[in-house]
């Protein structure tokens, strides 16, 4: 019976172990034929097995043994038109529930004018949206040109209260996002251009955590919030669906010098992040969640 007990035991630990390295998906943005595209607009541009390294850009945190080295999605929009144009990718046949995470490499380059736009992403798309106003989302400028450059949006709901972001600001100029992210390679302080970020977003039990991560590991919260609270106005975010990757120029300006301005997505990875089958929901969620990062 004692034997038995410890073989039971290891047998679980065994099954909570597997469960925290549950990986749901993973693309390294090599094969246009299994990502979808909803956009606004014609002038628009989304490049899959794209060799960044003609950019002079490196290799994305995130590559595995194995991928195409320096190869990924490029985004573009506005590139001659003069028109506001914007879209979400979206990898067919997919469809996530419950506790989840989605991460992915981004990397924003921009010109000398006309440059501000926007990339992201998010948890529970529903596969229609070109816009971001699907789900639990959240986009950023890559030049900080914006005096909202960091922008959380829950089911289309954009969360103006600056007080709601951990930042305490949407503006790239805010010492929370400048510390984090100093002027590199000539990007703007406070805004993630000219280098890898790793974003990712959460849902563990109604809590929504989205994170931005620099290759050196360190992390900055972006926002976190119940994915039920109605009280600012919005519907909560749904976070039961697929995920998306979005790319706006919500200005009209053409950005220059011609092909200056775009941005990079790489090595998108879904995880499931395990439920605790007892005890306190909140706190044995974050303690799993502590768990599955140390182990991945
Ligand atoms: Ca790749
Ligand atoms: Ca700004």
Do not use: H
């Not at 506790?99 to 990339?119: C, H, K, Y």
Request: aromatic share 14%; charged share 15%.
């Amino acid at each position: 019976m004692k034997l038995f007990g410890s073989i039971r035991v290891g047998a679980v630990v065994t099954c909570v172990s597997l469960a925290a390295n549950a990986q749901l998906f993973r693309d390294p943005m090599t094969n246009a034929a299994a990502w979808g595209v909803n956009a606004n607009g014609s002038d628009w541009a989304v490049t899959f097995n794209y060799d960044y390294s003609a950019d002079g850009i490196p290799e994305a945190p995130n590559t595995l043994p194995g991928d195409a080295p320096t190869r990924g999605a490029r985004l573009e929009a506005n590139l001659f038109s003069g028109t506001v144009n914007y879209f979400t990718i979206f990898p067919l046949g997919q469809n996530f529930t419950g506790w989840w995470q989605l991460r992915f490499d981004a990397w924003m380059n921009f010109g000398t004018s006309g440059t501000t736009e926007f990339l992201g992403g998010g948890i529970g798309y529903n596969g229609t949206s070109a816009d971001a106003n699907s789900g639990a989302q959240f986009i950023a400028t890559g030049d900080g040109g914006s005096a909202a450059d960091w922008r959380a949006l829950k089911d289309g709901f954009y969360v103006t209260d600056d007080t709601a972001y951990a930042g305490g600001s949407r503006d790239n100029t805010a010492p929370y996002y400048t510390s984090f992210l100093p002027s590199v390679n000539g990007s703007v302080a406070g805004s993630p251009g000219f280098q890898w970020i790793t974003w990712e977003f959460n849902v563990i039990g109604n809590q929504v955590s989205i994170y931005i991560e620099k290759p050196d590991l360190s992390r900055l919260l972006l926002i976190q919030y119940d994915k039920t609270f109605t009280g600012d106005g919005s519907g909560g975010a749904t976070t039961d669906g697929n995920l998306s990757i979005f790319y706006a120029d919500y200005s009209t300006s053409i950005a220059s010098p011609p092909g200056s301005t775009f941005g990079l997505v790489d090595n998108v990875v879904v995880w499931m992040i395990p439920e605790p089958a007892t005890g306190s929901l909140a706190l044995g969620g974050l303690g799993l969640l502590w768990l599955f990062r140390r182990r991945r």
